[in-house]
């Protein structure tokens, strides 16, 4: 929902369903050209009980992205049950990247 409205600048309409989501379809629009700064990884949270990505990185469609720091190894996510624990002190996983903005690209 979130990644859409960002990137497509519209989000997506359902047939049965969500009547927020149909009305934010129909009435909210998100005017800049964003994209992903590091791509959709598989997860940005990831719990024992819940996995799902629901942090991101935007940047304009116009910026160069420079170095990206890649998503934790999920073999050492899944020896941990999820997150928090004594590895990974948050549930919510650092998604890093460095985005080149105006005059330095």
Do not use: M, W
């Not at 369903?17 to 379809?25: A, K, V, Y």
């Not at 949270?45 to 990185?57: E, L, P």
């Not at 890649?70 to 990974?88: H, T, W, Y």
């Amino acid at each position: 929902l979130v990644h859409a409205y960002l990137t497509d600048g519209v989000v997506s309409q359902v047939e049965n369903g969500d009547e927020l989501q149909n009305f934010l379809h129909k009435n909210v629009r998100n005017p800049l050209k964003l994209t992903l700064a590091r791509g959709e990884p598989n997860y940005t949270n990831y719990t024992a009980d819940f996995k799902d990505v629901i942090d991101y990185i935007v940047c304009d469609k116009n910026s160069t992205v420079g170095h990206v720091t890649l998503s934790p190894n999920l073999s050492d996510l899944e020896k941990s049950e999820g997150c928090p624990s004594a590895i990974f002190p948050s549930d919510h996983l650092p998604i890093i990247s460095d985005i080149l903005l105006g005059d330095t690209v």
